[in-house]
């Protein structure tokens, strides 16, 4: 088999997968992302939040 002929098939199946996105799959994934960045936020304020609640 010719390895460059394999590459690009791979990389065309890649690109293929990626730009079928319908849009509630692109909805889902984008709230994904959302609640994946407010979660990090969140874990990374808890230690200011809880000497507030100390006081």
Do not use: C, Y
């Amino acid at each position: 088999m010719n390895d460059k002929r394999f590459k690009l098939k791979i990389l065309g199946v890649f690109i293929m997968e990626t730009l079928n996105f319908n849009g509630k799959e692109l909805r889902k994934t984008i709230w994904s992302v959302i609640f994946g960045i407010a979660l990090i936020k969140i874990i990374s304020m808890l230690p200011e939040l809880i000497v507030l609640l100390m006081h």
